[in-house]
Structures are given as structure tokens and as C-alpha cells.
């Protein structure tokens, strides 16, 4: 009995010490040998190509914070109750200016109604001008899920051109490691971006609560601008002639621009990987509109330079 014992304790000593020690000090040596750098070396042009089209993506990521401009500001409550009141779920309630507390009717109305009630509470209004940027937002977070698809299979195709040169174990044990120390910043692949509305109910006695949360992931910022194009009928614009911000639309812009950059003439013919953004050729900043007339294709690069030149 005690001989199993101690081959089981050793065993796992054994094992222990080749998962913690051995592994990773042989995979240092490998990150660091002459062979593995002047790889790295070699790919280093394709990784800034890559990175640089990571940056880029976790920028749109921001498009809507940027949006919400206005201050609540902020206090803090205090519980002066003399009587020995727990008021539990007050230790939970979120305070922040995405969160409403109000009572148990409106979380329920909320959940029936979210984008009405999402423009009442949280001082959205329904305006054109709120319908313009809820456009640019949908317009960025869709070239968000596009870029990250390309960027992903860009840096794979990369790293496949090398993966003979690595040896199986390594490639096998930690993929993503070997793609890093190749100089590949690692995709985000989270959803944080999408912006989460809370309605919160919690009575006064601090028992009982309830909330809806909402949360504007790409299907539903479709529908809110297409909610509030509804009421905003496009005053601006002569009826019909304006069009919206969609999905559907961004396909269109780019097939009839041949899926080919107005500005560098770069397409994906010859840049298999490469994400094309619909641009305003007006800005709407200055008065441009979402009509076809008004949009072009311009590759990540040339939209993101034309930016910074009118910002
Ligand atoms: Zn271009």
C-alpha cells in the first residue's frame, strides 16, 4: 500500500516538475534561439500589417463612448437607518450612468418596449442627429467583426507559411504563445464594446429587486436606428432619398465600388484579407448624408488617414 503511495506521490511530483519547470524553461530556450528569431525576423513586416489592423479595431471598438457626452454626476449614499436593516440587495445596486433605478413597473414596461423606454430614461433623443451617429456606431462595429475575422485569417495564413520551420511539439502544445512570440498581438475577441443598458428595481426596504438589461449587440442597433428612423422621418433630406446605415447597405456600397479602395485603388483581389470601410465622401459633420451618392469604399488605411485629417 505504501509503495503505490509513493509512486502516485511521486508521479505527480514528477510531472509537476516537467509542466512547470522543464516545459517552459525548453520553450524559452526555443523563443530565443537564432532560428526562432530570424523567423521572427522575416515576419516582422506582417505582423506590424497585422497589428496595425488590431489597433485599428480596438479604436472603432470605442465609437460609442465616444457618443454619450452628458454627466450625471456622482454623490454617495449613505444608510443612516437606526433599525438593524440589512437591505441586501442595496450592497448590488450598480451605480453608474448606464444603470436607471426606478420601480418594478418600468424595469417590466422596459423589457416589453426596451427602445422606447432606453430613449426616455437614458436621455437619448430621438433626433436625427442621435440617428446619424447610432448609424456611424452600427457602421464601425460592423467593420469591427468584419476586421477581426480578416485579421484572424491575415495572421493565420502568415504563421502557416512558417509552421514546417516549428517544431510539432511547440506548435502543438501552445499555439497562441508560438503566434505572439512571432510578434502577433493577441485579437480581442470580446463583446465588451456593446454598450448594456440596466433597469433596476429594488425596494425601499431592500429585499427585493428585479431588472432588465439591454444590450445594443449588432442586431439590435440595427433595429434601434431603424426605430428611430421611424420617427424622425428624415426631415433633413428630401423623403426616400436618404438611406439608411445597414448592413445590407454596406454590401451594396461595396459592390457597386467593386470592392475596390476610391482613394489607393487597392482591392481584395489583391489583398485577399484586406477590410473595406464605407466612407461619407461629405462628411456628416459637415452636412453629407447617408445617400448612395454620398458613399465610397476606402480601404481600413485610407479611411482611417482621411479621418484624422478631418478631425
Ligand atoms: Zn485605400
Same mark, same amino acid.
Given at each position: 500500500m505504501a509503495e503505490i503511495i509513493k509512486i502516485i506521490v511521486f508521479g505527480i511530483l514528477a510531472w509537476f516538475f516537467v509542466l512547470k519547470i522543464v516545459i517552459p524553461l525548453a520553450l524559452n530556450f526555443y523563443f530565443k534561439s537564432d532560428s526562432f528569431i530570424s523567423m521572427k525576423n522575416n515576419l516582422a513586416l506582417n505582423a506590424e500589417k497585422c497589428n496595425a489592423l488590431n489597433d485599428h479595431i480596438e479604436d472603432l471598438k470605442l465609437s460609442y463612448s465616444g457618443m454619450e457626452s452628458?454627466?450625471?454626476?456622482?454623490?454617495?449614499?449613505?444608510?443612516?437607518?437606526?433599525?438593524?436593516?440589512?437591505?441586501?440587495?442595496?450592497?448590488?445596486?450598480?451605480?453608474?450612468?448606464?444603470?436607471?433605478?426606478?420601480?418594478?413597473?418600468?424595469?417590466?414596461?422596459?423589457?416589453?418596449?426596451?427602445?422606447? %423606454?432606453? *430613449? /426616455?430614461?437614458?436621455? =437619448?433623443? +430621438?433626433?436625427?442627429?442621435?440617428?446619424?451617429? !447610432? #448609424?456611424?456606431v452600427l457602421?464601425?462595429?460592423?467593420?469591427?467583426?468584419?476586421?477581426?475575422?480578416?485579421?484572424?485569417?491575415?495572421?493565420?495564413?502568415?504563421?502557416?507559411?512558417?509552421?514546417?520551420?516549428?517544431?510539432?511539439?511547440?506548435?502543438r502544445y501552445d499555439k497562441e504563445r508560438v503566434k505572439q512570440e512571432l510578434g502577433f498581438t493577441p485579437v480581442n475577441l470580446n463583446q465588451l464594446h456593446f454598450p448594456e443598458y440596466t433597469f433596476q428595481y429594488i425596494s425601499a426596504g431592500g429585499n427585493s429587486s428585479s431588472s432588465?438589461?439591454?444590450?445594443?449587440?449588432?442586431?439590435?442597433?440595427?433595429?434601434?436606428?431603424?426605430?428611430l428612423s421611424e420617427i424622425v422621418k428624415f426631415k433633413k433630406s428630401a423623403a426616400g432619398q436618404r438611406s439608411l446605415m445597414t448592413a445590407r447597405l454596406r454590401e451594396q456600397i461595396k459592390q457597386r465600388?467593386? %470592392?475596390? *479602395? /476610391?482613394?489607393?485603388? =487597392?482591392? +481584395?483581389?489583391?489583398?485577399?484579407?484586406?477590410? !473595406? #470601410?464605407?466612407?461619407h465622401i461629405i462628411p456628416i459633420s459637415k452636412g453629407g448624408m447617408t445617400t448612395e451618392d454620398n458613399l465610397q469604399v476606402l480601404c481600413w488605411r485610407c479611411n482611417r488617414s482621411k479621418g484624422s485629417k478631418v478631425a
Open positions: 452628458f454627466d450625471y454626476g456622482e454623490g454617495q449614499l449613505v444608510d443612516n437607518s437606526r433599525y438593524n436593516m440589512q437591505r441586501r440587495q442595496w450592497a448590488n445596486q450598480a451605480n453608474n450612468r448606464r444603470t436607471h433605478q426606478c420601480s418594478a413597473s418600468v424595469v417590466k414596461n422596459a423589457n416589453n418596449q426596451p427602445f422606447k %423606454y432606453l *430613449c /426616455k430614461y437614458f436621455n =437619448i433623443k +430621438t433626433n436625427e442627429a442621435t440617428l446619424e451617429q !447610432l #448609424e456611424m457602421n464601425n462595429f460592423l467593420a469591427v467583426e468584419q476586421g477581426r475575422v480578416l485579421l484572424i485569417n491575415e495572421r493565420d495564413t502568415v504563421v502557416t507559411t512558417v509552421i514546417d520551420s516549428i517544431p510539432w511539439a511547440v506548435w432588465f438589461i439591454f444590450k445594443l449587440n449588432l442586431d439590435q442597433l440595427e433595429r434601434f436606428v431603424g426605430y465600388d467593386n %470592392y475596390t *479602395c /476610391k482613394m489607393c485603388y =487597392i482591392s +481584395t483581389s489583391s489583398e485577399r484579407n484586406l477590410l !473595406l #470601410e464605407i466612407d
